[in-house]
């Protein structure tokens, strides 16, 4: 379930939903109209987003969420802009004064919420840039899918969404606006999934959700470590229960610890109290070769001749990467091949040269893959005469 922080209201959860939305309405007066519709749409598509996923009845409920919270996040960015007096339109022409700007009938188009991070961002590519991009990818994927299993999947990306949200909204618009005081951290049933349940998880992975998992996986991978360790991207914590011989009256029920802020020796207890683990999900990637540099290592420690043709070949038949200009091109065998997309090129990796290695170093293996009989390196090589 998400919730916007560890810490539990005091007062009924009612009255601080409608105490806190009657507060940010009176001070919402401060704003032009503009700011405050869409401030106002960007808050009401958070709960809403917040309410779905936490319904127990709902099935679709990372999609639906996922797809408010975009809303959510696209309407707070222009409430943002009209605060601060500019326009979020797309624009079609011209320049200043002279700017004419996109209409879908009488409305003006807006930014969608991509434009949105680069106008605010100025491009720079932080966790919570990340942390949206990497939801608008899963919604573009399971918008026509039904996928209860995802939610355990990207529950972290999901939480940290929301408090990225929440911690954006007070930045702007002060803390009369947080929606942190509407909602408290909703019940579970288990820490522990029943062993049938598992079952059919896997049994989605392997097939429906073999596509998502494989987006999740791959878009996860190529984050840098900092990236992916941000709290920001995806938010990690470990949910302790507190012993009764070690907590007050005043003490609350429910407290988070963060993965990063746990000492060595709370770690080690954790084996006995553990409840809920949200496991990190770190990017792994070691030494990455290009193309060429990839044939040329394994033609060094083959006797046979290996040229880029070969390791077109190669490739082909271990199937490790998909051919040129697939729909999807980081659909790869991340062992072997990852998709840079930065550069927009393919690297391989350590175990793609050592497999070659191996297999390429028998002849019938090598015509076996490559198609041709293995020539030796020094064929045809007329030797050197010796100096007279």
């Known amino acids: 379930p998400c919730s916007f922080s560890g810490e539990l209201p005091y007062k009924s959860l009612w009255y601080e939903a409608v105490h806190g939305f009657c507060l940010a309405s009176s001070m919402a007066k401060r704003l032009a109209r503009s700011a405050k519709e869409h401030l106002t749409k960007a808050r009401e598509s958070c709960l809403a987003a917040v309410a779905a996923y936490n319904n127990p009845t709902a099935e679709f409920r990372t999609g639906t969420y996922i797809v408010l919270m975009i809303i959510a996040w696209t309407s707070l960015f222009h409430a943002i802009s009209y605060k601060r007096r500019t326009k979020p339109w797309r624009v079609k022409s011209g320049s200043g004064r002279g700017t004419r700007y996109i209409r879908i009938g009488s409305d003006y188009r807006h930014w969608e919420l991509g434009e949105c991070l680069n106008q605010y961002y100025s491009g720079q590519w ?208 991340r062992r072997y091949c990852q998709w840079d997309p930065t550069f927009r090129q393919y690297v391989y990796t350590d175990g793609w040269v050592k497999l070659l290695v191996t297999e390429m170093i028998q002849p019938k293996r090598f015509e076996e893959i490559v198609g041709r009989t293995p020539v030796p390196k020094n064929a045809g090589v007329v030797e050197p005469r010796s100096p007279v």
Not at 187 to 210: H, T, Y
Not at 229 to 237: G, P, T, Y
């Open 126 to 333: 932080n966790a919570i840039w990340q942390n949206l991009k990497f939801l608008m990818g899963l919604r573009d994927r399971i918008e026509h899918r039904s996928m209860p299993p995802l939610d355990h999947e990207v529950f972290g990306e999901c939480q940290a969404c929301l408090l990225n949200f929440e911690e954006l909204l007070e930045q702007e618009f002060g803390s009369e606006y947080a929606l942190n005081t509407s909602l408290a951290f909703s019940l579970q049933f288990s820490g522990l999934l029943p062993a049938k349940r598992i079952e059919v998880m896997e049994s989605l992975r392997r097939s429906a959700m073999d596509s998502v998992i494989q987006y999740v996986q791959t878009f996860r991978s190529e984050l840098s470590l900092d990236i992916a360790n941000d709290q920001r991207f995806a938010f990690k914590v470990f949910l302790v229960p507190q012993l009764a011989n070690h907590r007050s009256k005043d003490t609350l029920s429910v407290e988070w610890l963060p993965i990063d802020q746990a000492d060595d020796q709370t770690l080690k207890g954790l084996d006995r109290a553990i409840i809920l683990v949200k496991q990190r999900q770190v990017a792994v990637r070691g030494n990455e070769y290009l193309p060429a540099q990839a044939t040329r290592m394994v033609a060094e420690q083959i006797p046979w001749r290996f040229r880029p043709h070969e390791h077109v070949r190669s490739w082909k038949y271990f199937k490790v990467r998909p051919p040129a200009g697939a729909t999807d091109p980081s659909n790869c065998d």
